[in-house]
């Protein structure tokens, strides 16, 4: 496998072999160690020191289903510290059949210069001058990226919030059918990619064979015992194809954890309105496209294609996250409105949950009345023009309260939370405070949990343990390429063996029981966690916002009581 160098400086491109010493890494691991080892820490996140890397999983382009995960790493702009964001769609297997398990872009192109990097079938890399496609959103560019290089290739691209270089930028990239609809949307990597001049990198997806199995035999057997593991998960089988992730909406109201009207309430009024099933129904109705396969070799299809009243696309997917954070968080109960915030954002190219949240807070802070849909997509406007407002919200909701002196800002690191309240489900609150990269959804999500009935909620027994488990094995999954609902079917010991027994076949070696999924999960929270030391982190930085533990949530009227001493010994390694 090749790592492939761009500098942005002096547009050489450079191919070496993968190194020893980031051997058997992929995805986020991947991604991580190269900040930790390559990264001043203490570099401007938008200058030319920090370096913007695009890793496929360790399994992208093999056979393994689910493993289109595309990881995109760099020292963040939102947090200040590390960040990894992770993406679907195409790329990272087009990258995996060509052999290419990296790009690493450093430097910084001269100002006002834009590129484009085009990677051709023989796994060649060329810089091309992109100064037509400057200030264009991503529909529009990718359409006509495909039109004049072809349809044969995948694309990861930024709108225009990243050439604004805004702190909540997202990259989008290219889905099943050719829409920029899959973002890498945390900790604006889209913003770092804006910085260097970088507008898109497009893959040949006509590769073949280029992410080498050591022992085919054993990869196959041990890719089958995997699927029947995936497919046979109760999520995985039945859920997820009919609801996708929005299935989450109405169990999480019904638990009092639904952030709403910037976390004021832990259930939205109205959230029927919203739910998975509603969303559903009207997809249906209208003739879209409820059960849909919006990643490259994806067995689960979680994915939906929204369609308006007159059957016209809108958006895909329409997710847990999006719907929390253009409808919970903002008291906005119509679907159609929460559908073209999301078209917005991925148009545009910002991370939909941050820029939500950044919606939320001024309206918690008197700018405009929560509900009023309208007013949330002329700020999401406001964005895409980068007008000094709209900059402002670019910032994500820290800037926003700074900008209003309102201190309600559900943020941990500068990154706003996910969708669900830390006082009414306490394990989320450990891993918003405790993850490197700020509060984030994947990390180490304890929904299941929950929904399982092996964990109590609202009492602290097992959550710090709980999130401490997750966070290892999805650092661990995340490494591999495999996406977050495959990686939530197999957290049990009978699949961890099968797991290892799938990366002993693809590298040529054998395991042991601790190397799978705990020492590699350990090796990259490690490198995470001393980047952001070496940054100056502290452990005052793993903490969740005042009003999370001194403000009750309704209907629970509880506060977040995980003690300090118990979030400080998560990563006691």
Known sequence: MKLIRVNMTDKTIHTEDVPPEYAGLGGRGLSSVIINTEVPPRCDPLGPENKLIFAAGLLSGTTMPNTSRLSIGAKSPLTGGIKESNVGGMIAVAMGRLGIQAIIVEGQAPEGELYLLKIDGNGNASLIPAQEYKGMRTYPLVEKLLATYGKDYAVVCIGPAGEYKMPIASVQASDVDDRPCRAAGRGGMGAVMGAKGLKAILVDRRGKDGNPVADPEAFREAVKNLVQMIKSDPMNAEVMPNLGTAALVAPVNSMGGFPSYNARKGVLDGWENICGERMAEIIKERGGNPTHRGCDQCIIFCSNVYVDKDGKYVTSALEYETIWAMGGMTGITDLDVIARLDNLCDDIGVDTMSAGVAIAVAMDSGYRNFGDAAAAIEMMEEIGKGTEFGRI???????????????????????????????????????????????????????????????DPLKPEGQVETSRFLQIAIAAYDTLGLCFMASVALLNPEAFEAVSKLIGAKLGQTLGPDEFPFGLGLRVLKAEREFNRRVGFTKEDDRLPRFFYEEPLPPHNTVFVIRDEELDSVFDF
Do not use: E
């Open 393 to 455: 919200l670019g910032g994500g909701g820290v800037a926003v309260g700074k900008h209003f002196n309102n201190p309600r800002v559900p943020a941990v690191k500068g990154q706003t939370i996910a969708a669900y309240d830390p006082r009414a489900l306490l394990g989320l609150g450990v891993t918003f405070a405790t993850s490197p990269m700020g509060a984030d959804h994947t990390a180490g999500n304890v929904v299941g949990a929950y929904l399982t009935g092996m964990l």
